[in-house]
């Protein structure tokens, strides 16, 4: 049971380049997040899914896209990076969405440095 | 309105002493308050959390003290440990389309002397 994975751990990018961050999951979780991290903003959700097949906009949305295909995996994709992306990118699973009963589990994350 | 302030933003401990991380909140609609722990090249985890009809839960070492009329909450981490050292995010949950929303807070990095 490896719980929440995510691909790749490090990249760097050049500005305008595109690439795609992939999280998987084995616990059978209907809920999966994209958070991003920065120093001193603590983390904020960039999008979520309720299923498989769907997706919602979280807080800081833009300049990202995201697709649910599987129930497993929930992928990040950034069209054309910009520095602004900067950051520590973070994926989570949870069974349901109620926060209170149902513990949200996180990835080890990927840092990505856009040049 | 939506956000959780969380100081101090570093906080240095002797071992056994008394670490205290303090956040405060606005939006009276939140419904949950967990804390995360997160270790260096870690995800953050799941440490403790309580709700808001509740005034004080304590789990071992570690205990969340809520005031809701001051509209604050922290985490106390008794007989801190060098295996502590870590940094602590508070958040504060919403209810939000389908689910639940959290709000993090800055998150304070804690690091524990022996």
Known sequence: ?115 | QQQVKQSPQSLIVQKGGISIINCAYENTAFDYFPWYQQFPGKGPALLIAIRPDVSEKKEGRFTISFNKSAKQFSLHIMDSQPGDSATYFCAASIRYNQGGKLIFGQGTELSVKP
């Open chain 1, 1 to 115: 049971n490896a719980g929440v994975t995510q691909t790749p751990k490090f990249r760097v990018l050049k500005t305008g380049q595109s690439m795609t961050l992939l999280c998987a999951q084995d616990m059978n979780h209907e809920y999966m997040y994209w958070y991003r991290q920065d120093p001193g903003m603590g983390l904020r959700l960039i999008h979520y899914s309720v299923g498989e097949g769907t997706t919602a906009k979280g807080e800081v949305p833009d300049g990202y896209n995201v697709s649910r295909l599987k129930k497993q995996n929930f992928l990040l994709g950034l069209e054309s990076a910009a520095p602004s992306q900067t950051s520590v990118y973070f994926c989570a699973s949870s069974y349901s969405g109620e926060i209170s009963t149902d513990t949200q589990y996180f990835g080890p994350g990927t840092r990505l440095t856009v040049l």
